[in-house]
């Protein structure tokens, strides 16, 4: 098992709220990403960190935000949930291997 | 960007027999890796095969690079129903990116 983990695993919120889906690791990994995922679909990388207060977008136009404040801690921030946010998010971290190791995932609804 | 595209996207099979999915890229790479995804989780990583290897092997998983052809070919030997899932490869690179995946059901 990963040392890779997101809260909440299942969260249903209505439109217009704001959410932050939190990702923590305790490998040390620098490199960390979020992933958007429909079910039975691609991943789309959504935002990446090198490291502490590095972030970058990713490729599919996302109206989250990230911030990476401590090397462990790559929380994603949702300001005003839409239906269309509907999806899965997966968090991972890459070992210096290049190996990806991913969290157990946070399933959104937005209702 | 370097996502692995996966062939092809859905794949039956029964239990016994073997399973072999590829994977195409469009750049030049330091190491390509397969990952497994069960329904609803994380993806885990199977195995990561560097650019000057041809073949690797793990259990009942033998993965295959050809850079000259920019493709990669996973192979589950003896496949069981517990191998059902939906297999990916991403190529190395600063930011991962992984294609769409091949959807595994083996039959029992």
């Known amino acids: 098992e990963a040392d890779i983990y997101q809260t909440p695993r299942y969260l249903v919120i209505g439109t217009g709220k704001k959410i932050t889906l939190e990702c923590s690791q305790t490998m040390g990994h620098d490199k960390m990403y979020w992933y958007q995922q429909d079910p039975g679909m691609e991943l789309h990388l959504i935002h990446y960190?090198?490291?502490?207060?590095?972030?970058e977008k990713g490729d599919l136009s996302s109206e989250s935000t990230v911030s990476r404040i401590r090397t462990e801690h790559f929380p994603l921030t949702l300001e005003s949930a839409r239906p269309s946010h509907t999806s899965q998010y997966l968090c991972a971290s890459r070992a210096g291997d290049y190996t990806q190791y991913f969290g157990p995932g946070t399933r959104l609804t937005v209702l | 960007s370097q996502q692995g595209e996966e062939d092809p996207q859905a794949l039956s099979i029964q239990e016994g027999e073997n399973a072999t999915m590829n994977c195409s890229y469009k750049t030049s790479i330091n190491n390509l890796q397969w990952y497994r995804q069960n329904s609803g989780r994380g993806l885990v990583h199977l195995i990561l095969?560097?650019?000057?290897?041809r073949e690797k092997h793990s259990g009942r998983l033998r993965v295959t690079l050809d850079t000259s052809k920019k493709s990669s070919s996973l192979l589950i030997t003896a496949s069981r129903a517990a191998d059902t899932a939906s297999y990916f490869c991403?190529?190395?690179?600063?930011?991962?990116?992984f294609g769409a995946g091949t959807r595994l059901t083996v039959k029992p």
């Open positions: 960190s090198y490291g502490v207060n590095s972030t």
């Open positions: 095969i560097r650019s000057n290897e």
């Open positions: 991403a190529t190395s690179d600063n930011d991962m990116r």
